[in-house]
C-alpha cells in the first residue's frame, strides 16, 4: 500500500534552490575572475563542462567504486531485494540497483542524478548488525534521499566544490594558464590572487554543501518515518550504528571518509576535528525529531 508522501518538503527545495543558486553566482563569479586575470576561458569552460557531464551521468558508478561497493541481483542478496521491493512500493519508486559495500562499519548511502537511475548501497556490517524493521527503517532514509532528488543536487554541489579545489591544487604546481594579456612582471601577483580566489570558492562551496547536507538528512529521516510509520526503529537504528563506528579503528574509518556526504551516519569518531565540520546534523538532534515524529503518530 502506497505512502501518502504529504507533497514532498519545501524547506529541502528552498534550500536546494538557493545551494545552487549561490554556488553557481560563485563560480561564474570566479570564471569571471579568472578570465580577466588572462586565463585562457575557453579551454577551462569547455573542460569544466566535460567534467560535470561526467560526474553527473556516471556519479553513481564513481561512488561505487570509490567505496568498493557492488552491485548484487536478487539472487545473491533475496531478503535485501525483497525488502527494497516492498519500500519501493510505499514510496511509490522505481526500484534502484542494489549493492553491498563490504566493511565491518555499519552504514548506507544512496547515490545517483534521478530517480529511474540510482543505487542504495549498504554494508556488510549493517547487515550484520540491525534487525528487520531497524533495516527497513535505514533503507527506507535512503530511498527517501532518492524521493526528494537531493542525491543529484549534492553530486553537482560537490563537483563544483571539487573544480575549486582541483584549480587550486594545479596552480600551486603549474600556476594558472596564461591567455597573453599578463607581463611577466604582473604574472606572480595574478597567480597569488588566483590561488586565493580558488580558495575562497572552495571553503564558500564546503561551507553551502554542509549546510544543506544537515537539513537534507532531517528531509529523509522524516521521509523514512513517513514510507515505514516507525520513526522509532530509525532512531534505534542510528544509534546502533553510531555506537559501533565508535568502536571502528580511526584508519579504518579514514578509508571511506570521502563519501562521508552520501553515508546516513558520517565516518568519523566523537570529539575528532572532523565532526566539527560534519555533513550531518547531531544524532541528539535526530533523535529528538524522531521521537517528537513518533508521540505525533501515536497521537493520531
Keep these: 500500500m502506497e505512502r501518502k508522501w504529504y507533497g514532498g518538503d519545501a524547506g529541502l527545495s528552498a534550500r536546494m534552490f538557493l545551494t545552487m543558486f549561490l554556488l553557481f553566482a560563485v563560480y561564474a563569479a570566479f570564471l569571471y575572475f579568472l578570465f580577466q586575470a588572462g586565463t585562457d576561458f ?23 567504486w570509490t567505496t568498493g561497493a557492488r552491485v548484487v541481483t536478487p539472487n545473491q542478496a533475496p531478503d535485501l531485494h525483497a525488502r527494497i521491493d516492498r519500500l519501493c512500493q510505499l514510496a511509490d519508486l522505481p526500484k534502484p540497483k542494489v549493492a553491498i559495500m563490504p566493511s565491518n562499519m555499519p552504514n548506507a548511502f544512496a547515490t545517483g542524478h534521478n530517480p529511474s537511475s540510482s543505487t542504495v548501497a549498504v554494508t556488510t556490517g549493517l547487515l550484520d ?12 532514509h535512503e530511498l527517501a534521499h532518492i524521493k526528494n532528488r537531493d542525491v543529484a543536487v549534492m553530486t553537482i554541489a560537490s563537483f563544483l566544490s571539487t573544480v575549486a579545489f582541483t584549480i587550486v591544487r594545479f596552480s600551486m604546481w603549474f600556476g594558472f594558464p596564461s591567455g ?43 521521509g523514512s518515518a513517513i514510507i515505514t510509520g516507525a520513526p ?7 544509534v546502533k550504528i553510531s555506537g559501533a563506528i565508535q568502536r571502528i ?40 525529531r524522531l521521537r517528537r515524529m513518533e508521540q505525533q503518530i501515536e497521537g493520531l
Excluded: K
Design 42 to 64: 575557453i579551454t577551462m569552460a569547455i573542460l569544466a563542462s566535460i567534467f560535470l557531464a561526467v560526474q553527473y551521468f556516471f556519479s553513481d558508478q564513481v561512488v561505487l
Design 129 to 140: 548488525r540491525l534487525d528487520g524493521p531497524e533495516l527497513d527503517a535505514v533503507l527506507a
Design 180 to 222: 597573453g594579456r599578463r607581463d611577466r612582471n604582473s604574472s606572480g601577483g595574478a597567480l597569488i590572487l588566483g590561488y586565493l580566489g580558488a580558495l575562497a570558492v572552495w571553503l564558500i562551496s564546503m561551507l553551502l554543501i554542509r549546510a544543506l547536507s544537515r537539513y537534507r538528512e532531517f528531509a529523509a529521516d522524516r
Design 232 to 238: 522509532s526503529q530509525l532512531a534505534s537504528a542510528l
Design 249 to 288: 579503528p580511526d584508519r579504518d574509518l579514514r578509508e571511506v571518509q570521502g563519501a562521508n556526504a552520501f553515508f546516513i551516519l558520517p565516518a568519523v569518531s566523537r570529539g575528532s576535528l572532523l565532526e566539527l565540520f560534519s555533513t550531518h546534523p547531531s544524532l541528539e538532534s535526530r533523535l529528538e
